[in-house]
């Protein structure tokens, strides 16, 4: 049995559907999730990581464990999901651990926990998520007009579902204990660009509207503590060269190029009408 954590979020839901119509048995958590939240044989359980024990009842059974980066206590989460007899980690990190050390402390500690637990591990690295754009959605939905700092600086935003695909390979197949998997799209995008795929994808026009990294500073701060808002502003103003250039990971573990972003907002497009 595979357990899911952060299952109702955008690589969580994708992957909890990969695992299910591949025939695996999966538990899908998130701290508040129903039945109705997953597909049919999925099981669903309620737990918070930031309390390890929360996670015990959903952990029974379970040989491997998808963990996202969540609470202040990765080592007891890990002794949780030991004592459960739990033998394979996959956890999902972030590429800034690699590209810019000592800026993401939280993600740093848990890949460090991960490999000292003496469990199997496979660490992914993720680039931005394609789904960032949903930011967009109520302004594209009430004014079809998008908004982003550094209109012209491109990164290679990665699909979510291709983050889960890896996470799925990771999960069910031997061969990746200790690696560290570092999961980018197949070119660079800018937000200009991204705001025009929105566009091709609803079939109208979007306006994009360049902010000052000052207001888009405001406006992370409502969701992101000030030191998380600048290593972002950071990254999207001044990537380092290896947060510029897509790696092959993606296409090597699944055999398939990665998606392209204009795939993911074709796919998406009704979460912007």
Do not use: C
Not at 77 to 96: D, E, F, H, N, W
């Amino acid at each position: 049995m595979i357990v899911v954590t952060g299952a109702t979020g955008n690589v969580g839901r994708a992957l909890v559907a990969a695992l299910s119509e591949a025939g695996e048995t999966v538990t899908a958590v998130a701290r508040h999730i129903g039945g109705d939240a997953v597909p049919p044989g999925v099981r669903a359980v309620s737990a918070d990581l930031g309390k390890p024990e929360s996670l015990a009842p959903a952990l029974e059974g379970a040989k491997s464990l998808f963990l996202l980066v969540a609470g202040e206590d990765p080592a007891g989460l890990l002794r949780t999901a030991a004592a459960a007899g739990v033998t394979k980690v996959v956890l999902l990190s972030s590429q800034g651990v690699g590209t810019r050390p000592g800026t993401y402390p939280q993600a740093a500690a848990f890949e460090a926990a991960v490999a000292d637990s003496g469990l199997a591990f496979t660490v992914l690295r993720s680039g931005g998520l394609a789904s960032n754009a949903l930011a967009w959605a109520e302004p594209v939905r009430r004014h079809r007009t998008a908004a982003a700092p550094f209109a012209d600086v491109a990164l290679p935003f990665v699909d979510p579902a291709d983050v889960a695909a890896v996470a799925a390979v990771a999960l069910r197949e031997d061969g990746h204990t200790g690696a560290t998997y570092t999961l980018t799209g197949p070119e660079p995008i800018t937000p200009r660009r991204r705001a025009a795929a929105l566009a091709e994808a609803l079939g109208e026009p979007v306006a994009f509207a360049e902010q000052s990294p000052e207001e888009a500073r405001t406006q992370m701060l409502a969701f992101m503590p000030p030191a998380v808002a600048d290593s972002t502003l950071a990254i999207l103003g001044t990537p380092t060269p290896q947060e510029r250039t897509p790696t092959d990971d993606v296409p090597r573990l699944l055999g398939r190029p990665a998606a392209p972003f204009e795939a993911w907002a074709a796919r998406n497009a009704a979460a912007f009408r």
